[in-house]
């Protein structure tokens, strides 16, 4: 059974910096970061598919890097420098290698529930 489970959402200022950190119980082709504002769609902020880099959209580029150990079955994404438009909901999710060409919610089969994520200006 897969699961996920993200940790480390929280309040900062706008400049500050959290890392979030996603448990999952099976190595999968690809994983990801998503997330989701309020009365907004869901939408990817980095994926990364076995044996390749992290790729990340264009948003966050710069500020947010994406790891994975797969030792300790461990997602992490770092973000710094954040801006008040990064606040939203934040999932982690996996699925087959389509899902990292795709980056599309739907091609992704297994979801955390999410930590919320909140900066002020």
């Known amino acids: 059974q897969v699961q996920l489970m993200e940790s480390g959402g929280g309040s900062v200022q706008a400049g500050g910096s959290l890392r979030l950190s996603c448990a999952f119980s099976v190595v999968l082709d690809s994983m990801g970061w998503f997330r989701q504002a309020p009365e907004k769609e869901r939408e990817w902020v980095a994926v990364i598919h076995v044996g390749e880099q992290p790729t990340y959209a264009d948003s966050v580029k710069g500020r947010f890097t994406f790891s994975q150990d797969n030792a300790r079955k461990i997602l992490y994404l770092q973000m710094n420098n954040l801006e008040p438009e990064d606040t939203a909901m934040y999932y982690c999710a996996g699925g087959g290698s389509v ?5 599309k919610p739907a091609d992704f089969y297994y979801w955390g529930r999410g930590t919320q994520v ?4």
């Open 99 to 103: 899902a990292y060409f795709s980056r």
């Open 118 to 121: 909140t900066v002020s200006s």
